[in-house]
């Protein structure tokens, strides 16, 4: 990537915040210019004391470098504070664009991205960023007004030491610029080592209990090892440029300190320049020096700056393949769903759907079955428009699905997963999903429509651990169905309610779930074949094709029927026929 690319990258990022930077620029270019005027008073300091002048002059010269430096500190201290919080402000701003980004990318990029990884690329890569425009920036500029007020004022002092100062400079830059280059490719491939590590750790404690149920620490720690190795094998390749930088500055340093002593002794013995414009210059280069190794110490951060900031733009011109361009509104009430000669791919080559048409009257409850595998799934998102079908036509409320406004979707359409996640936070944010507008009387009616009285009872702003700690998975389901009541949509798709709870909570379940039927079109994905005694149709999926669609009544009185030949598999020799099941 190149530097100019970058830099329009970056501009876009400090527009919002332009008032603060040019004051930011304003106290910056202040102080440095306070740091170019302090030698001058001592130069004029020496050579008065050199002409034998009054002690009183050399006090009040004397008192008057002493307010400079002191103003020149406090001004330092003032842009490094002014410098941190414009720039937290500024990357902040960059934090919820990318937050808003990568939350509208579809499922597949999610598929292939841990959410370990994805933290690393939002919060570490714009910390990096933010480091750069907080710390380096405003010291780059610094330098650059401190080294360029410095060569002006000694070229208007003898324009031949002016050049000489302004090619030492121009090759000490130079050997930065040249050793830079590969400095700045380590640590990009270091954040990539560091970002896979998170991701994989993120994995594993995931999965803890899982490994050690299987006894697949040691597997996973072996990873976690090869892992650790990939990042510490990429630290030391960049740590190994940034000492080859380093020395190179150092050797740039002590050369100009060299050149400056023996040049100033050379011109103040012909005459050429007075014992107060040598030290000056001396001066000169030791100020020259401080930016100099500012450069190098902060290189690190320059380096996971540009990395990161390579990565962030890389992330950002990801293009999500489900656009919001929408502009049609269904009509009111419940939503049919309609899918004509559908098919969908993940990118592979491999057919999830293939040549799926189906017809879902407004108001219906369709129970959708089939094998592990099957589609039902990828049924749901296309329905939801998580992802985007490769073929044929998805509409809803007779509305194409690309036509209708993402908002509008999102409102009329819900989800109930069979992974409920839920956060820290109390009851009612749970619930609402930290949407403040909704009124305590209608979160704690959504809770009794579901059946969770009794955590209205115990209030809903009690607190809720990390996870639901303090929930039992029905409950948990139970609440995400409050959700949906709370939201009251027009479709609702229930993805597998009921497969990780005990028949008791499965009961409950299934009767709130009969209560969100009502008046909306429901969609229930379901294994458990008891989910679906009370729908009015019946979708059964076989490798990504419909294979069987009709009343749920009919099917079931279709003995050569796929959904029958199903239900015999799923009933216990106990069962009545005439019951449950088959009813």
């Known amino acids: 990537m190149s530097s100019e690319r970058r830099a329009r990258a970056v501009l876009p990022l400090l527009r919002p915040q332009a008032g603060r930077w040019a004051a930011l620029g304003a106290l910056t270019a202040f102080g440095a210019g306070l740091t170019v005027v302090g030698p001058l008073v001592v130069r004029r300091i020496v050579d008065e ?15 008057v470098f002493l307010v400079i430096v002191v103003a020149a500190q406090v001004v330092s201290v003032l842009v490094a504070r002014a410098a941190t919080y414009t720039a937290w402000r500024t990357t902040n701003e960059l934090r919820m664009r990318m937050a808003r980004h990568v939350l509208g990318l579809d499922h597949e990029f999610h598929r292939r991205h841990t959410p370990g990884e994805l933290i690393q690329r939002v919060d570490g890569d714009v910390t990096s960023v933010s480091d750069l425009l907080g710390r380096v920036l405003p ?8 080294v360029g007020g410095m060569v002006v004022v000694v070229s208007v002092i003898d324009w031949r030491i002016g050049v000489g100062m302004l090619v030492y400079v121009v090759a000490a830059v130079g050997v930065i610029l040249v050793l830079r280059h590969r400095a700045v490719e380590e640590s990009a491939d270091e954040l990539g080592a560091y970002a896979r590590l998170y991701g994989g750790i993120e994995e594993r404690l995931n999965a803890a209990e899982d490994l050690r149920s299987n006894g697949a620490g040691g597997h996973a720690m072996w990873r976690f090892v090869e892992d650790s190795a990939g990042a510490l094998d990429r630290s030391v390749r960049r740590e190994s440029a940034f000492l080859g930088m380093w020395w190179g500055v150092q050797g740039a340093v002590v050369g100009g300190v060299v050149v400056s002593v023996l040049a100033g002794a050379v011109l103040v013995s012909r005459g050429t320049i007075s014992v107060g414009t040598a030290f000056l210059l001396f001066q000169y280069v030791l100020l020259i020096q401080r930016p100099l190794e500012e450069v190098v110490h902060e290189l690190e951060t320059v380096q996971k700056a540009t990395g990161a900031m390579r990565r962030v733009l890389a992330l950002m011109e990801i293009e999500p393949t489900v656009l919001d361009l929408g502009t049609v509104s269904p009509v009111a009430g419940p939503l049919s769903v309609s899918l004509t000669g559908v098919d969908f791919d993940y990118g592979d080559d491999e057919p999830v759907l293939s040549d799926v048409d189906l017809e879902i009257g407004a108001g219906r409850s369709v129970g959708i079955v089939g094998r592990t595998g099957s589609g039902k799934t990828t049924f749901s998102r296309l329905v939801l428009r998580l992802v985007e079908a490769t073929g044929g036509d998805v ?6 699905i690309a036509d209708i406004p993402m908002g509008e979707l999102r409102r009329r359409a819900a989800l109930v997963p069979q992974e409920v996640e839920l956060f820290s936070g109390t009851i009612r944010d749970n619930v609402t999903l930290f949407d403040p507008s ?47 009541w709370l939201r009251d949509p027009d479709l609702v798709v229930l993805d597998e309610a009921t497969a990780r709870v005990d028949p008791v909570t499965e009961r409950r379940i299934e009767s709130a779930m009969h209560e969100l039927m009502r008046g909306r079109t429901t969609l229930v994905i379901a294994h458990r074949l008891s989910t679906l005694s009370e729908v009015d149709d019946i979708v059964v999926f076989e490798a990504g094709r419909v294979v069987e669609f009709g009343e749920r009544r009919a099917l079931v009185g279709d003995p050569d029927g796929r959904f029958r030949r199903l239900l015999d598999l799923a009933l216990e020799p106990e069962h009545d026929p005439s019951e449950g099941l088959l009813a």
């Open 139 to 146: 010291k780059a500029v610094g330098s650059a007004i401190l």
């Open 395 to 400: 509409r809803i409320g007779g509305v194409p």
């Open 49 to 63: 004391a050199v002409a034998g002048t009054t002690t009183a002059t050399i006090q009040r010269l004397a008192t």
């Open 438 to 484: 909704p009124t305590d009387r209608d979160v704690e009616a959504a809770l009794r429509a579901v059946g969770l009285g009794a955590l209205v009872d115990g209030g809903i702003d009690r607190p809720l651990g990390g996870g639901g700690a303090g929930l039992s998975a029905g409950e948990a389901q139970l609440l995400a169905m409050a959700r949906v």
